[in-house]
């Protein structure tokens, strides 16, 4: 509720100017004519379309209409809104909007005139694709959901708005399917965002920190995109999306632990290599979390499982070496990852440079002066390797975290050390719950019937009526029993 206006302009444009006293791009321009009457006009000069806002008070200026059902027959303006507030006609103003105050008290907001420095639509630099789509999200949120829109051209796509934040006010949008989402999830959705109070929104991921269901957790229950065709898939799947204004990335929920292994090109290429892509990308998951801690469990504790000819190899590397596994790993993994970080933070130009060759330059230096071994600068760099395989980066992030305690309970105790490091994280992950979904679903709990496009990757034909795709050795049927006529192109 705010302070109603009164029955005199005057008093509702001190009232109004008083509100944005401190904006110094806030204008201010009456309109009047011979009939004493008048019309003043409150923007911001930095938010709205002058080409538009010129032709729409050249209008105004020719006919001056004394009350706003005078203005809405006149038919001047395409889309206007009533305002009855001064906290209306202030939060107007302040989106872009420009605030008409009329002689006999009343107020409008004319729409449809905002413009908002924005950025061109391009492919996003965390999500590259060989084959697909080039577009994605931008900080505009009516173009990210007009490119959505675009992609599901039904009247079940429903798109519900609200108003974050104390002072920012950002516009935060939630997307779904009537029909195909669970209602129970959606209703689960929308009541977390009504309950979030804080003073602005920058990005989808505030929003993202109020409504995931385990922040304690390394492992994303949110899935994060910059891609309108992965999140029109996530909508067709029966998921939801919420979008915010000023935000390129959009986050989609239920997210399993499943979905961190798929990637928006498994869909665009043949069925067959996409699953060898899929199970070689879980394979090398596992050696992302667990090749150093194995590594330094069996060189400490369990050298009889290495076979005697590399176990020669890997303790006459290791001979000058003063320091154990352990501490080889760590000084190792620790470098790594400061280099990676340091990559990202550095200009895109030297900054892949910077951390593939000092990543070389270190561990070449390193072995010569005795301080690592040769064979755990290999372990270290296919680590790395594997680790760049998972499509999903926040997923990536948990998996180079929980390293570091494998590695200290292999350390520590060896191949058991890692079993019960394995048995913990499993315990955790089938804990996890992502909006009233299990995170290992459909493996845990399992279900036969969703296990499809989750270790293969269903072909599209299969999803759809048709029991098989076209198949040239089944000729095709011609209408009137004529024979089909060969090509000669």
């Known amino acids: 509720?705010?302070?109603?206006?009164?029955?005199?302009?005057?008093?509702?444009?001190?009232?109004?100017?008083?509100?944005?006293?401190?904006?110094?791009?806030?204008?201010?321009?009456?309109?009047?004519?011979?009939?004493?009457?008048?019309?003043?006009?409150?923007?911001?000069?930095?938010?709205?379309?002058?080409?538009?806002?010129?032709?729409?008070?050249?209008?105004?200026?020719?006919?001056?209409p004394e009350a706003f059902a005078d203005l809405q027959r006149s038919e001047t303006f395409g889309?206007?809104?009533?305002?009855?507030?001064?906290?209306?006609?202030?939060?107007?103003?302040?989106?872009?909007?420009?605030?008409?105050?009329?002689?006999?008290g009343e107020a409008a907001l004319v729409t449809g005139i905002e413009q908002w420095p924005t950025?061109?639509?391009?492919?996003?630099?965390?999500?590259?694709?060989?084959?697909?789509?080039?577009?994605?999200?931008?900080?505009?949120?009516?173009?990210?959901?007009?490119?959505?829109?675009?992609?599901?051209?039904?009247?079940?796509?429903?798109i519900e708005t609200i108003l974050l934040g104390k002072y920012t006010q950002t516009k935060v949008a939630m997307v779904?399917?009537?029909?195909?989402?669970?209602?129970?999830?959606?209703e689960e959705v929308r009541s977390r965002m009504t309950d979030i109070s804080i003073d602005g929104i920058i990005d989808s991921s505030y929003v993202e920190a109020f409504i995931e269901d385990e922040?304690?957790?390394?492992?994303?229950?949110?899935?994060?995109?910059?891609?309108?065709?992965?999140?029109?898939?996530?909508?067709?799947?029966?998921r939801v999306a919420i979008l915010a204004q000023g935000s390129p990335s959009a986050i989609v929920m239920p997210f399993t632990f499943w979905g961190s292994l798929q990637s928006a090109q498994d869909y665009y290429e043949n069925w067959i290599v996409s699953t060898f892509v899929r199970w070689l990308r879980l394979v090398f998951m596992v050696i992302s979390l667990f090749f150093p801690s194995i590594y330094i469990a069996i060189s400490t504790f369990h050298?009889?499982?290495?076979?005697?000819?590399?176990?020669?190899?890997?303790?006459?590397?290791?001979?000058?070496?003063?320091?154990?596994?352990?501490?080889?790993?760590?000084?190792?993994?620790?470098?790594?990852?400061?280099?990676?970080?340091?990559?990202?933070?550095?200009?895109?130009?030297?900054?892949?440079?910077?951390?593939?060759v000092g990543a070389l330059v270190i561990g070449q230096a390193a072995v010569e002066a005795g301080i690592v071994s040769a064979p755990m600068v290999i372990v270290v760099a296919i680590t790395g390797i594997a680790s760049f395989t998972v499509p999903r980066f926040n997923f990536s992030f948990?998996?180079?975290?929980?390293?570091?305690?494998?590695?200290?309970?292999?350390?520590?105790?060896?191949?058991?050390?890692?079993?019960?490091?394995?048995?913990?994280?499993?315990?955790?992950?089938?804990?996890?719950?992502s909006f009233g979904v299990p995170y290992l679903y459909p493996v845990?709990?399992?279900?036969?019937?969703?296990?499809?496009?989750?270790?293969?990757?269903?072909?599209?034909?299969?999803?759809?009526?048709?029991?098989?795709?076209?198949?040239?050795?089944?000729?095709v049927r011609v209408p009137g029993g004529q024979k089909p006529r060969p090509n000669r192109s």
Not at 10 to 25: F, G, H, K, M, P
Not at 124 to 140: K, M, S, T
Not at 330 to 335: A, G, H, N
Request: aromatic share 6%.
């Open 1 to 64: 509720m705010g302070e109603n206006l009164s029955k005199n302009l005057d008093e509702n444009r001190t009232l109004l100017e008083q509100q944005l006293s401190q904006r110094a791009d806030i204008v201010s321009r009456d309109l009047g004519g011979a009939s004493d009457r008048k019309i003043c006009v409150v923007y911001a000069q930095a938010t709205v379309d002058h080409n538009l806002l010129g032709r729409c008070l050249t209008r105004l200026a020719e006919e001056i």
């Open 79 to 104: 889309k206007l809104e009533r305002a009855g507030t001064l906290e209306e006609l202030t939060q107007g103003v302040l989106s872009g909007k420009a605030a008409l105050l009329f002689g006999n």
């Open 119 to 158: 950025r061109s639509i391009q492919e996003p630099d965390a999500e590259p694709l060989v084959r697909g789509p080039r577009e994605g999200f931008i900080e505009q949120l009516d173009s990210n959901l007009a490119m959505l829109s675009n992609r599901i051209r039904t009247q079940d796509l429903k």
């Open 176 to 186: 779904y399917i009537d029909g195909v989402a669970k209602k129970s999830v959606v």
């Open 215 to 238: 922040p304690y957790s390394p492992f994303p229950t949110i899935q994060n995109t910059e891609r309108p065709d992965v999140t029109a898939a996530g909508l067709l799947e029966g």
């Open 303 to 356: 050298p009889e499982m290495i076979p005697t000819n590399l176990l020669v190899s890997i303790a006459g590397a290791r001979e000058a070496n003063p320091f154990p596994a352990f501490v080889e790993a760590l000084i190792m993994e620790v470098s790594f990852e400061a280099l990676r970080e340091a990559g990202v933070r550095l200009p895109k130009q030297v900054g892949a440079a910077v951390s593939i």
């Open 398 to 433: 948990g998996l180079r975290l929980l390293r570091f305690p494998m590695m200290f309970l292999a350390g520590a105790f060896g191949l058991f050390g890692i079993a019960i490091g394995f048995l913990a994280l499993l315990v955790h992950l089938c804990s996890l719950r």
């Open 444 to 475: 845990a709990p399992l279900s036969t019937h969703s296990l499809k496009d989750v270790f293969i990757r269903v072909p599209h034909w299969a999803f759809s009526k048709r029991e098989k795709p076209f198949d040239r050795r089944n000729p």
